[in-house]
């Protein structure tokens, strides 16, 4: 089975960092996604980790440690756009690109 | 706009009813996912269909089927509906990303069923 787990709720502040861990536990790894939802909205691409190591890609960075089945998305000066949910994905390499995602972490961004 | 097709938007119905959700994927992608998503449970994987053909099946119901035609959309037909089976329905897409070089999905805006 796959189990993938993150905290429910972080509140933080504009203009703070926050990270949002993510660790996992699949049979087989084939890459970690992190998407950005928006409440009612649709999920959107952020971040993909296939290697050990930190991708950066603007305000947002992604680590991936496999030995530990551990990653996190790092979000720098934090604005209120940010508040959302952030959704940890894994795909297993029988998946076809399916993916199986996190229950999610709702981030609240205060003034 | 994701590319991402997916009608209706909205869909208020009945429990023992029967619906159908229809999704268009972006140009040129051949694979379409439905994901349902619950407040309880997040986001769920149902049921994949590459180029037609069934490829992958999550935690799909019986009560539930997919299909994927030859002009690459696809519909989801949910019946004998349950209070339980109210949530948001998502179709998704993949293609490579040019920056990551990974199959990424692309979500639709989502088809929310609510079942009274």
């Known amino acids: 089975g796959q189990n993938i787990d993150q905290p429910t709720e972080m509140t933080a502040t504009e203009g703070a960092i926050v990270q949002i861990n993510c660790t996992y536990q699949?049979?087989?790894?084939?890459?970690l996604f992190w998407y950005q939802q928006h409440a009612g909205e649709a999920p959107t691409f952020l971040s993909y980790?296939?290697?050990?190591g930190l991708e950066e890609k603007g305000r947002f960075s992604s680590f991936l440690s496999r030995s530990k089945g551990y990653s996190y998305l790092l979000l720098k000066e934090l604005q209120m756009k940010d508040s959302a949910s952030y959704l940890c994905?894994?795909?297993?390499?029988?998946?076809?690109?399916?993916?199986?995602f996190g229950k999610g972490t709702m981030l609240l961004v205060s003034p | 706009d994701s590319g991402v097709t997916q009608t209706p938007k909205h869909l208020i119905t009945a429990t023992g009813q029967r619906v159908t959700l229809r999704c268009s994927p972006r140009?040129?992608?051949?694979?379409v996912y439905w994901y349902q998503q619950s407040l309880d449970q997040g986001l769920q994987f149902l049921i994949q269909?590459?180029?037609?053909?069934?490829?992958a099946k999550g935690n799909i119901l019986e009560r539930f089927s997919a299909q994927q035609f030859p002009d690459l959309h696809s519909e989801l037909n949910l019946s004998s509906l349950e209070l339980g089976d109210s949530a948001l329905y998502f179709c998704?897409?993949?293609?490579?990303?040019?920056?990551?070089?990974?199959?990424?999905?692309?979500f639709g805006a989502g088809s929310r069923l609510t079942v009274l």
């Open positions: 998704a897409s993949s293609a490579r990303d040019s920056i990551s070089g990974a199959n990424v999905l692309t």
């Open positions: 699949t049979s087989g790894f084939n890459g």
């Open positions: 980790n296939v290697l050990d």
């Open positions: 994905a894994v795909r297993v390499p029988s998946g076809y690109s399916t993916l199986t």
């Open positions: 140009s040129g992608d051949l694979s």
């Open positions: 269909y590459y180029n037609g053909e069934e490829r």
